[in-house]
Every structure is written in structure tokens, then in C-alpha cells.
């Protein structure tokens, strides 16, 4: 039963434009979400979270956007950079277990110079 | 300095025999996690230990056992090892009460099993 989704397995960018990445999840009882980015060869390291009661998180060349009635969120890279290739995850949590993600299966970015 | 290190990066076995993965955390964390990505790419957590105790486990079988010798080790021994079971094993480590979900992942562990 997949509870998160990302639904485009690949995304390529022009390097300097903007990246947005979506996801939908189906579990009402979320109410943490973050995205994971991941090289080859290594393990996800964290990029950004946002808690339900916001809409919007910002970090930098990165946004998070949740619209929690249509259960999506997306991420925004602006602008966007080589060395932001790599796979994104997205993850939701449900409080208390905040360490038990479900994640979707990644969506593979390449900035192409 | 490595955060989170698990060994080996690869292993390489036969069906039928028992295998460990080595966790070692050096961020002070309580909570530690072993999460499973298939090959479908799914990040699936199995276990999660705070301070010692199982706190989460994700109904995967007992072939797997974890255990925790101190907060900063969580190892992974796994018995008659099948073919489903190779995968990418990650650990991860976090604040306790799961840090926000701001996990500290290893590079994983390649299991294949032929």
C-alpha cells in the first residue's frame, strides 16, 4: 500500500531554471513532510521539511509548498544546478513516530548545463 | 569523520546462510533505524531502537533480528538468508523521538543473494 507517490521517476532541467518535483500522498493522518535527497553511493541526507500547519517552508534555492486539501506537495529548486542531479525522495510522517517515513520512490533529477 | 558508517558496503551470499550488517553512530543520537529499499526503489523502515529498546517493528520477519548493544550501535543479523532478501540496507540515526523525521542516514549496505 503505497502512501506516498511520486509519480514522475525523472525530471530533466536546464541548469539556472527552476526544478519542481510533486508528490501526493494518501494518508490524512500525515502531518510531517520532507524531502530526502540521495547521490549514488550513499544514503538520503535531509533537504527541507514543512509541518502541516504551514503551506510554505523556504531554504535557500529551495521551497517546499503543502497543499494538504488536494494532499500534494512539491518541491521547488530555483536556481537550479548540476550538482543538484541526484535522486529526490519524498516523506511523510505521522506524529508520534516522526522517525517512521514512508517514502516515495524518488524522482531522479538531472540539471543539464 | 563519518556520522553514521555501516559495514560492509557490500555483501555478497548464499542463499540459506546468516549474514550481520554493523551500524555505528557518532552523533550522539538516541534513536537509531533500519530501513530497506527493494528493488523498486521503496525506502521501507523496519526497526527503529531508541536508547536500547525496540520501539518499531515493521512486521518483518524473524529471520531478521536487530540488536543494540549500546545507543551508538545498532547491528542487523540476518538467518537463512532467500533470495527476497536482496536489497539496499540503510541505517539511519536521529534525535529521540524520531528528530522531526531529520533522519542521518549510512551509505547502505548491498545485500544480494544469490
Known amino acids: 500500500d503505497q502512501q506516498v507517490k511520486q509519480n514522475s521517476p525523472s525530471l530533466s532541467v536546464q541548469e539556472g531554471r527552476i526544478s519542481i518535483l510533486n508528490c501526493d500522498y494518501t494518508n490524512s493522518m500525515f502531518d510531517y513532510f520532507l524531502w530526502y535527497k540521495k547521490y549514488p553511493a550513499e544514503g538520503p541526507t535531509f533537504l527541507i521539511s514543512i509541518s502541516s500547519i504551514k503551506d510554505k517552508n523556504e531554504d535557500g534555492r529551495f521551497t517546499v509548498f503543502l497543499n494538504k486539501s488536494a494532499k500534494h506537495l512539491s518541491l521547488h529548486i530555483v536556481p537550479s544546478q548540476p550538482g543538484d542531479s541526484a535522486v529526490y525522495f519524498c516523506a511523510a510522517s505521522g506524529s508520534p513516530s516522526l522517525g517512521r517515513l514512508y517514502f516515495g520512490r524518488g524522482t531522479q533529477l538531472t540539471v543539464w548545463p | 569523520d563519518t556520522a553514521v558508517s555501516q559495514t560492509p558496503k557490500y555483501l555478497v551470499t548464499q542463499m540459506g546462510n546468516d549474514k550481520s550488517i554493523k551500524c555505528e553512530q557518532n552523533?550522539?543520537?538516541?534513536?537509531m533505524y533500519w530501513y530497506k529499499q527493494d528493488s523498486k526503489k521503496f525506502l521501507k523502515i523496519m526497526f527503529s531502537y531508541n536508547n536500547k529498546e525496540l520501539i518499531i517493528n515493521e512486521t518483518v520477519p524473524n529471520r531478521f533480528s536487530p540488536k543494540s548493544p549500546d545507543k551508538a550501535h545498532l547491528n542487523l543479523h540476518i538467518n537463512s538468508l532467500e533470495l527476497g532478501d536482496s536489497a539496499v540496507y540503510f541505517c539511519?540515526?536521529?534525535?529521540?523521538?524520531?528528530?522531526?523525521?531529520?533522519?542521518?542516514f549510512g551509505s547502505g549496505t548491498q545485500l544480494s543473494v544469490l
Open positions: 552523533l550522539g543520537h538516541d534513536t
Open positions: 539511519a540515526s536521529s534525535q529521540a523521538g524520531g528528530g522531526l523525521g531529520k533522519l542521518f
